[in-house]
């Protein structure tokens, strides 16, 4: 059975930082891609970062760029998000997920985590 779980979510003030982790068992990331969403309420989902696990070739949402980063742990069969220089606007359900065939195009993935809470606010 394929399991990821997210975690370190929070609530952070403007400006600050969070990691988050994603934790997956039962799947074998391999080649396959792996990737960072986001619903905020009211709002659709929407595709943060999306990184093949195999060559680490990464891609992300403008909105983020040079503020976030994902990052991998082709031991722990892992990957985190590096959130920086938060703003109340990247304040969301972030959900983990794998199993992706490609970072081009739509993002699409077969595992999802259950998400985290991201609170960005003073």
């Known amino acids: 059975q394929v399991q990821l779980v997210e975690s370190g979510g929070g609530l952070v003030q403007p400006g600050g930082s969070l990691r988050l982790s994603c934790l997956t068992s039962g799947f074998a990331l391999g080649h396959y891609a792996i990737g960072w969403f986001r619903q905020a309420p009211g709002k659709e989902r929407e595709g943060v970062s999306c990184m093949m696990f195999g060559d680490g070739s990464t891609y992300y949402l403008d909105s983020v760029k040079g503020r976030f980063a994902i990052i991998r742990d082709t031991v722990e069969q892992a990957w985190y998000l590096e959130m920086a220089s938060l703003k109340p606007e990247d304040t969301a359900v972030y959900y983990c997920?794998?199993?992706?065939?490609?970072?081009?195009?739509?993002?699409?993935?077969?595992?999802w985590g259950p998400g985290t809470q991201v609170t960005v606010s003073s």
């Open positions: 997920a794998a199993g992706g065939s490609s970072c081009s195009g739509a993002w699409e993935f077969s595992y």
